[in-house]
């Protein structure tokens, strides 16, 4: 036996104060938390260079749980926040972790733009196929025939296709799990972390109270169970078969795993080439020049602009 | 021997169920004591078959609960 | 006080426009780093910058809209940079809601807008004033801001380094409230030396992650700053948070948390009264004006005294917070302010409102498109001359 029990190491990268968590029973975005813990803490990543971002939702509310320089911002927006984060300071892991409504619909040209420049940052969108914050309305990853609280006779939109999406826009890393994946979900993470730029992860979870229950499939377990048996893993599979079709197969998998150069490496080589590598890119944390004469060096606040 | 064990945050369990289900061993029931939330967390009902592979830790999605291997006895020389 | 960096300002005299202008303060105050959208009459400020960013070892991204721009520019500032973005109504108007965001997470930032007809797409090329009430009220909920306004290309690059230094001191987002004229003007624009350019630096901590509270304020109201990667594991929320940031969604927080940053602006009433003004003593009539409306007003000040009116001149340069114990003062002794705007009549509500019944307001309004003629200021003048 053990004379002191371990800790659980996930509780390194958490907000331990700010447990437990607003998520429902069953919800499984805490699920998806600890594979990205896991991951994270494997990568060797220095944690204290680690940015999260996240933008408004359920899903939304990781980067605040998560012990780490955490920017909790609107809705949709998180991934231009997130690019200028990075592009002002690349020594960063700039991550964005946000849900469906807020990346996809709300969010979804940034998401396409993002791609599209390749700027490094990894994205893990959290699909529960509803917005769930406020009250289950919905989104544009909702399924087909769905009860939500704006489509009460169902609804009759088609769901996108993310992985799809995400491929065309160019991102250099495309996979899609379930809650119910933690290993592999946790290893693609661990990929992500270290690629290069612009990483999306799809994860299908579920959301018990709204999206379940108005559609008569159980609770947060029973999606779980759901997602184990449908799931089918096709790695590389063509982005545009692995759309997620009502009742059918869940395609999980690494669909895309390419190189291209990220927009700031691109970036360095045309101004590199343009000013002859006089052009050194000042990087973020740069201390201003402290005048030892000047009051306000000492943090005391309180300078008027003429001294 | 008994290769691994749990350990419980009992307030912060939800009584979702995934720990139980996902256990491949299925150390873990719901018990049916409540916490002070009225859910009913899980505990231990087949120990010895527990291996400390903390499936259960990466399923749970309010960090109640986790898993850790023991210390194994070292193997009699000449085995 | 801090001072410019002399590697990247190079002082002379030169024939400038405004737009240029402002792209050369924003550097002179140290901002690097900008993201911006293309929209009339503002795309030559980022233009500007655009060329002179990788100069001086910054970058400027253009972003897919103005609601990226107005946040990516906050990422920016987050990860240790002085950060601005540039736009004219119709994204200002898709900015708001970022306005308030970096009100809220006290991000220091700086928004530009070069202000052109409206509404709705309105004359893209020419001048109008329009947008001021929306600088101050603009976005949802209960904030401050400060607002400046620059009456020539020399204020473009001056104001624009005010700016700056403003939205460090009370990590604010601050908006420099240009308009298509001032911005395409061609005028002659001293750079001074570097060493006479006073810099406000980032307001960064000295205490210790694990010390540090991000929302503590200073004595000043004014909290500290920190930055991502340093260590300290900032939380930065639009929600109503406390000192650590966290969110805390109670009235009582909610109180607390916006009397401070109403009052952290307030009690700098003072240090933010920035106004021109001349032959206030004996006034009886007092022309408020600001921006490219100002030369106007000059032009009609002139006339009217000519015409042996004693006419008072009051140029806003900070617009917001509104300087209202100075026109509530003169308000007890002049028959009339008059206040011509590019605009139906917006800032003209404030001077009614400080002077409080005391004096008259006569607005001179017009719907933009053109600057006024001082023949129709002149009237006004004329007629605040003839108030008993």
């Known amino acids: ?22 998520w429902c029973p069953g919800c499984g975005i805490g699920t998806t938390v600890n594979s990205f813990a896991a991951a994270l803490l494997t990568s060797g990543i220095d944690l204290n260079k680690v940015a999260m971002v996240s933008g408004i939702g359920c899903s939304g509310r990781v980067s605040g749980y998560m012990n780490t320089d955490s920017f909790h911002t609107t809705h949709g927006r ?35 733009h993002a791609a599209r420049r390749n700027i490094d940052l990894k994205v893990v969108l959290v699909n529960n196929m509803i917005y769930a914050m406020t009250g289950g309305q919905a989104a544009a990853t909702t399924p087909h025939a769905s009860t939500s609280t704006t489509t009460p006779y169902g609804s009759f939109e088609p769901e996108l296709n993310l992985p799809h999406l995400m491929d065309a826009a160019g991102a250099c890393y495309v996979a899609r799990w379930t809650a119910f994946h933690v290993k592999q979900l946790e290893k693609s993470m661990g990929e992500a972390l270290k690629k290069k730029g612009f990483t999306f992860i799809e994860v299908v979870t579920p959301c018990p109270t709204l999206y379940q229950r108005r559609n008569n499939l159980g609770d947060g377990l029973d999606a779980m169970k759901d997602y184990k048996q449908r799931s089918k893993i096709k790695h590389g599979a063509p982005t545009s078969e692995v759309a997620l079709i009502p009742g059918g197969e869940i395609v999980v998998g690494k669909f895309v795993d390419r190189d291209r150069p990220d927009y700031l490496t691109l970036l360095r080589q045309q101004y590199g080439e343009r000013f002859h590598e006089d052009y050194t890119q000042v990087s973020g944390g740069e201390d201003f020049q402290e005048d030892p004469n000047c009051c306000a060096s000492d943090g005391g606040g309180g300078c008027s602009t003429s001294c | 021997m008994i290769r691994g064990s749990i350990a419980l945050t009992v307030e912060r369990c939800k009584g979702c169920g995934f720990c139980v289900e996902f256990c491949p061993t299925k150390v873990l029931a719901l018990s049916p004591a409540f916490n002070t939330k009225g859910y009913h967390p899980p505990h231990v009902v087949n120990a010895d078959k527990c291996s400390g592979c903390n499936l259960c830790g990466m399923y749970c999605p309010d960090f109640a609960i986790f898993g850790y291997r023991l210390p194994q006895a070292p193997k009699e020389a000449g085995a | 006080m801090m001072h410019a960096d002399p590697a990247h300002v190079e002082p002379g005299s030169y024939f400038m426009n405004g737009d240029a202008a402002c792209c050369e303060g924003a550097i002179a105050a140290g901002a690097r780093f900008a993201a911006g959208y293309p929209i009339t009459p503002s795309t030559e400020i980022v233009e500007h910058f655009a060329k002179r960013a990788p100069q001086v070892g910054g970058l400027f991204i253009q972003m897919e809209d103005e609601l990226a721009a107005s946040i990516a520019i906050q990422g920016m500032v987050w990860a240790g940079q002085k950060s601005f973005t540039v736009t004219s109504g119709p994204g200002f108007s898709l900015m708001m809601e970022h306005i308030g965001y970096a009100a809220m997470t006290e991000t220091p930032c700086v928004f530009i807008n070069v202000q052109r007809g409206g ?42 380094v005010t700016s700056f230094n403003l939205a460090e001191q009370y990590r604010v987002p601050v908006m420099l409230m240009m308009d298509e004229c001032v911005g395409h003007m061609t005028e002659k624009v001293v750079i001074p030396a570097a060493e006479q350019i006073p ?19 200073g004595p000043d109201l004014v909290p500290e700053m920190a930055h991502a990667g340093d260590g300290y594991k900032v939380y930065v929320t639009g929600l109503t948070h406390d000192h650590r940031g966290y969110p805390v969604m109670t ?55 000519a015409k042996g009116i004693r006419v008072g001149k009051l140029r806003l340069k900070c617009v917001w917070p509104f300087p209202e114990h100075k026109v509530s003062e003169l308000a007890q002794r002049v028959k009339a302010f008059i206040v011509p705007e590019l605009n139906m009549g917006q800032i003209a509500l404030e001077v009614m409102r400080a002077a409080n019944g005391k004096c008259a307001t006569i607005h001179v309004p017009h719907a933009g498109g053109s600057v006024h003629r001082p023949e129709d200021i002149v009237a006004a003048i004329e007629r605040g001359a003839k108030v008993c």
Not at chain 3, 121 to 130: K, N
């Open chain 1, 1 to 22: 036996m053990l004379d002191v029990i371990p800790a659980n190491p996930v509780e390194s990268v958490l907000r331990t104060d700010r447990i437990p968590t607003i």
């Open chain 1, 78 to 112: 998180a991934i231009p926040f997130a690019t200028g984060l990075k592009l002002a300071n690349p020594e960063l892991t700039v991550v964005v972790y946000s849900g469906d409504g807020d990346l996809a619909s709300i969010g979804g040209n940034h998401l396409i």
């Open chain 3, 119 to 160: 509404p709705s797409t309105g004359l893209p090329t020419l001048p109008a004033q329009g947008d001021m009430m929306q600088a101050r009220w603009g976005s949802h909920g209960d904030y401050q801001v400060i607002a400046l306004c620059p009456s020539s290309p020399q204020e473009c690059f001056e104001l624009t």
């Open chain 3, 199 to 217: 810099i406000t630096p980032r307001r960064k901590t000295k205490k210790a992650p694990g010390e540090f509270l991000l929302y503590e304020p």
């Open chain 3, 251 to 305: 009235p009582k927080q909610q109180d607390e948390l916006i009397h401070r940053m109403f009052e952290k602006i307030r009690r700098a009433k003072d240090a933010l009264t920035i106004v021109e003004e001349a032959d206030l003593d004996d006034a009886e009539v007092v022309v408020l004006s600001y921006g490219i409306t100002a030369r106007v007003a000059q032009r009609a000040i002139q006339i009217a005294r």
